[in-house]
């Protein structure tokens, strides 16, 4: 298949945020005849790919995840049969970890503007597939304000440091992408 690209606008973390990526998450959903052929990789702008999964699964129809490494399971988890007896569809459903010991946070930190690119890589010929959707969910950084250092400045200073970030995310799709035979 032909990779299929996102582009991240300029303008995906809002103003007043570093323009970097905080955590990034990846939602799939692919039709395929035989999961376990597929492996999957995503590449940044700035070129750091992460392997999303390798050969996971079976024979069941697809796979509709989001891939989040705050996920209770790794999505290697599923095999060797098919969803790994998961209750459902027959696609396998669910949020993820990468397979290990690959990890999303290798992007953290990183600007997430331009060109990400997703590779489906199909292991046989015989089969076939659809990248029906994809998208990423991106949280930004969000720096702390600095208040003035006058008086209780500092005790103030150190409250802010200690304070939970806001996050905010930007979800970008992308359109059907087929592959395989």
């Known amino acids: 298949m032909d990779p299929s690209v996102i582009t991240v606008p300029a303008a995906a973390c809002p103003a007043g945020q570093q323009g970097l990526v905080e955590d990034l998450n990846v939602t799939l959903d692919i039709s ?34 989001t891939l989040d490494d705050e996920a209770t399971f790794p999505i290697s988890h599923l095999q060797p049969d098919g969803c790994g007896g998961l209750p459902g569809p ?32 199909d292991g046989a010929i015989s089969d076939i597939g659809i990248l029906n959707d994809w998208s990423l969910i991106i949280t930004c950084i969000v720096p702390p304000a600095v208040p003035a ?11 802010l440091l200690i ?19």
């Open 90 to 121: 027959s696609s396998c459903e669910g949020t993820f970890q990468p397979e290990p010991p690959f990890v999303l946070s290798t992007f953290d930190g990183i600007n997430p503007e331009g060109d990400w690119t997703l590779r489906v890589e």
């Open 149 to 159: 250092l006058d008086g209780v400045g500092v005790g103030f200073l150190v409250l």
């Open 32 to 65: 395929h005849t035989f999961d376990g052929d597929l492996d999957v990789i995503l590449t940044a702008p700035n070129t750091a790919s992460v392997s999303l999964f390798t050969s996971v699964g079976n024979s069941a129809a697809g796979f509709q995840v």
């Open 163 to 181: 304070a939970a970030v806001i996050r905010t995310w930007t979800k970008i799709p992308l359109q059907k992408r087929r592959f395989g035979a």
